[in-house]
């Protein structure tokens, strides 16, 4: 999935996904190695309909060039600059087009 220099530009950041791999009796979660992925982060605070139909204050939202979908369990680690550096996920969002996902928008809280 490589990016055409013509919308290079669109993802002018780079985001880490962690996917989750398991918990422990005493609630230590760990994560599989993260993996780097082109993507575009807009901090705007805004209501979602999260996970289950809760209704959420998202802090921000991605816009993740990844061939994969990230769950509410994994985590993300957003590039220096951003605050909090890695925040919950709440809610993820594939988008599709007419070759398959084409993108995922991924809307995550403020505080871990």
């Given amino acids: ?8 530009d669109l993802w ?9 791999s398991s918990q422990n009796a005493y609630g230590e979660t760990t994560y599989a190695s ?11 605070s805004r ?6 139909g809760v209704e959420s204050a998202a802090r921000g ?3 993740l060039y990844s061939t ?16 909090p550096t890695q925040p919950p996920i709440l809610d993820v969002n594939p988008v599709y087009d007419d070759r398959g996902l084409d993108h ?4 995550f809280g403020g505080w871990p």
Avoid: C, K, N
């Fill in 1 to 8: 999935m490589a990016l055409f220099p013509e919308v290079r």
């Fill in 12 to 20: 002018p950041h780079r985001v880490t996904w962690e996917a989750y």
């Fill in 34 to 44: 993260g993996i780097t992925y082109p993507a575009r982060v807009e901090m705007r």
């Fill in 47 to 52: 209501l979602i309909a999260g996970s289950g």
């Fill in 61 to 63: 939202r991605i816009f």
């Fill in 68 to 83: 994969g979908i990230p769950t509410v369990r994994d985590r993300i680690t957003l590039p220096s600059g951003f605050s």
């Fill in 104 to 107: 995922v928008v991924v809307y």
